[in-house]
């Protein structure tokens, strides 16, 4: 689904834009701008059975110029030092395998983007991998050295890094220093590496640098994927050549307020004279702007007409912001072939989204998402149901939040969906508080007794200047799937580029009375026939 923050501080000269769109999985978008000082950085955020050959062409359906590479662009090569045997704080997954998998995520952004992934226990050793670090380590730009705390490996970084314009340590041994664009970061220790007082060498690179600093501080505290990817995209669109899906974090300066008061004064006001909307823009300016989970609940907490009214004007109708987005092509997930020993058609596929709906009053409970903004959420309902009118077909998401002032909600919002050219994909579009999202459906597997399914899918909302990646993990009762199935549900992430321990799970514990129905003249399955089973409701 989406949501999404617009917003702006006061009706002074100080705005500051942010727009995020959430459920069903969340995209949470932020872009920025100041008027009285140019502010560069802003967050962005970026959720079978047998497959054919011409499964994998139903992905390129979506717009191929949003893989971003310029082909004349150097290599871009980093160089992550990993402690051996440590332990992420993403469900005690290894950080070896962490940053393999980053490294992996990185390429998706650009091709040209190298990083290679070493561990500390290599310089114990002559082995030939230590002659590869350390050529990799003459020729890269930038250093990520991960949970490095023995004092030998220590040393050694200290030995052969003094050429490399760019050192970021996190979570490692204190004696370890960073570097920025060549400048060497003299802190006092407060808190974890990016908690520190930075003191750098040349006072004109400061304020940069740490807007820098504080920017990656912020988002590696997260622990999560996309953030840890996040960090060194920032890195990189700092310090080494610009990062395109980076580009609408830049400010655009006074172009956008003329564009705001010129087509939108009424909607400005209005917004400013209505409590909800004032508050939310209030809220919104009290959060991190790389903090997605703050901002998605001020959103959520303070949505109203006026302030979707606002966002319609600013950002749909007039992109003040002037900003584009494409739905990403990366990674390629190829859609299910076969359900239950038949190939997959059309109506099938629709069938499998419409699930559990008429033995139950939902067609799925979503269990867990990659993408924290919206899976602190509880109780997520799928309702996936065929329209009166020919050959149309919905999706309504519906689920819980407990608002800043302590209310607990419901919200649901309504997708129109299409077929895409391969069964098993779809388009969705939604206009969500005042902006459209667009996205790409993928039905990755549902098992044979529709005890769960994952749905994958790319989306962009292009006047929020905001692509996006992720998947949606479903089971009839909320609950995660049996150890009997977890070998076809890795095999199914895998698909998708996911690991499990990148999924947030859903609070389904308590869900009284979410507002459910479909409405008059809708229609359910045509194909299949759902086995009557006994689910109990978490």
């Known amino acids: ?46 959720p079978r059975r047998r497959t054919s050959s011409a499964t994998v062409s139903a992905v390129l359906e979506v717009n191929e110029d949003s893989t971003l590479k310029d082909l004349n662009a150097p290599l871009v090569r980093i160089v992550a030092l990993v402690g051996e045997g440590s332990i992420s704080p993403l469900k005690s997954a290894p950080w070896l395998e962490v940053m393999l998998h980053t490294a992996k995520r990185l390429k998706w952004v650009d091709e040209g983007y190298e990083m290679l992934v070493f561990t500390d226990n290599l310089l114990e050793s002559n082995s030939p991998k230590l002659k590869d670090l350390q050529r990799e380590i003459r020729r890269t730009s930038i250093l990520v050295i991960v949970a490095l705390t023995n004092q030998e490996s220590v040393k050694w970084v200290q030995t052969n890094s003094q050429n490399i314009p760019n050192i970021f340590c996190f979570d490692s041994s204190s004696t370890l220093t960073n570097k920025l664009g060549g400048l060497f970061i003299q802190t006092e220790t407060k808190g974890n590496i990016f908690s ?25 505290e997260r622990h999560n994927s996309d953030d840890i990817r ?45 409590p909800n909307c004032r508050k939310a823009l209030q809220c919104l300016n009290q959060c991190s702007p790389v903090d997605q989970v703050c901002n998605y609940r001020c959103i959520a907490s303070y949505e109203s007409q006026t302030l979707e009214e606002f966002s319609l004007c600013v950002l749909q109708k007039h992109n003040c912001l002037e900003l584009d987005a494409k739905i990403p092509t990366k990674p390629q997930v ?58 149309s077909f919905w999706y309504e998401p519906v689920f819980q939040v407990m608002t800043l002032e302590g209310e607990l909600v419901w919200r649901r919002r309504k997708y129109r969906v299409k077929r895409g050219k391969i069964p098993g994909t779809f388009y969705f579009s939604v206009l ?21 399914g994952l749905f994958h899918y790319h989306g962009a909302a292009r006047v929020a200047g905001q692509s996006y990646t992720g998947a949606v993990l479903v089971s009839p009762n909320g609950e995660y799937p049996n150890e009997r199935e977890r070998l076809s549900l890795v095999s199914a992430l895998d698909r998708c580029g996911i690991k499990e321990w990148e999924l947030f799970t859903v609070d389904n514990c308590s869900c009284k009375d979410p507002p459910l129905g479909l409405p008059e003249g809708s229609s359910l399955h045509c194909k299949i026939e759902v086995q009557d089973r006994k689910w109990s409701s978490v």
């Open 1 to 46: 689904m989406t949501l999404h923050p617009a917003l702006a501080r006061t009706p002074s000269i100080h705005f500051h834009f942010r727009t995020g769109f959430p459920p069903n999985r969340v995209r949470f978008f932020q872009t920025g701008f100041h008027l009285n000082r140019q502010t560069r950085w802003r967050a962005a955020h970026f």
């Open 196 to 220: 520190k007082l930075a003191k750098l060498s040349r006072p004109n690179k400061t304020n940069e640098s740490m807007e820098v600093i504080g920017t990656i501080s912020e988002a590696w």
């Open 230 to 274: 996040f960090c060194l995209l920032i890195i990189v669109n700092a310090y080494i050549r610009p990062v395109p899906i980076l580009k609408n974090l830049r400010a655009k300066g006074f172009s956008t307020l003329n564009c705001m008061v010129t087509n939108c004064g009424s909607q400005i006001l209005n917004c400013l004279l209505d």
């Open 334 to 391: 190829p859609p299910m072939v076969k359900f239950q020993g038949e190939d997959l058609s059309h109506e099938i596929a629709e069938d499998l989204f419409v699930g559990w709906l008429g033995k139950l009053e939902w067609s799925w409970r979503v269990v867990a998402g990659q993408n924290p903004a919206y899976d602190q959420f509880p109780c997520q309902y799928q309702l996936f149901y065929r329209g009166k009118a020919r050959g």
């Open 432 to 452: 969500d508080n005042g902006v459209v999202s667009n996205e790409f459906w993928t039905i990755v597997d549902v098992s044979d007794d529709f005890s769960w």
